[in-house]
């Protein structure tokens, strides 16, 4: 996967985008590496991918780390930190796998699940 595009857009505009894929699909032609959330709300958007939200995908972006790694370097509760990784991994944009942490039990690892995420709003 090479970006994912979080935006808004109504109903129309959602399956304008999935006629045109089918299109390029009978055509044969190939995909690009892209995943695509939409939003109805602009405001929605900006709750759900809050600035607390933005910064902990900003971390993972550039490399996984670990729930009590993000914890330190984002100053957060470890339980705030682990709600927003399950949203944020329901949502698709991460994932996240449990490793052996020697002498500690099990931890679990925070990825991104592609090197670029964009966000594009329209208001109107």
Same mark, same amino acid.
């Given at each position: 996967m090479t970006k994912v595009v979080v935006r808004t857009d109504d109903v129309a505009g959602f399956f304008a985008r999935a006629r045109d894929a089918a299109r390029r699909a009978d055509r044969g032609e190939a995909f690009e590496g892209? %995943?695509?959330?939409?939003?109805? $709300?602009?405001? =929605?958007?900006?709750?759900?991918?809050?600035?607390? =939200? +933005? =910064?902990?995908? #900003?971390? %993972?972006?550039?490399?996984?780390?670990? @729930? *009590?790694?993000?914890?330190h370097r984002l100053? =957060? *509760? +470890?339980?705030? @930190?682990?709600? $927003?990784?399950? #949203?944020l991994e329901k949502?698709?944009? @991460?994932?996240?796998e449990r490793q052996a942490n020697p002498g500690h039990g099990i931890q679990k690892a925070v990825r991104s699940i592609a090197p670029k995420i964009e966000m594009v709003a329209t208001l109107g």
């Open positions: 892209k %995943v695509t959330l939409s939003f109805e $709300d602009p405001q =929605r958007m900006f709750t759900v991918l809050s600035e607390a =939200r +933005r =910064r902990l995908m #900003l971390e %993972v972006m550039q490399e996984a780390r670990t @729930i *009590n790694e993000l914890s100053h =957060r *509760n +470890r339980s705030a @930190i682990s709600k $927003d990784v399950g #949203l949502m698709g944009l @991460i994932v996240s």
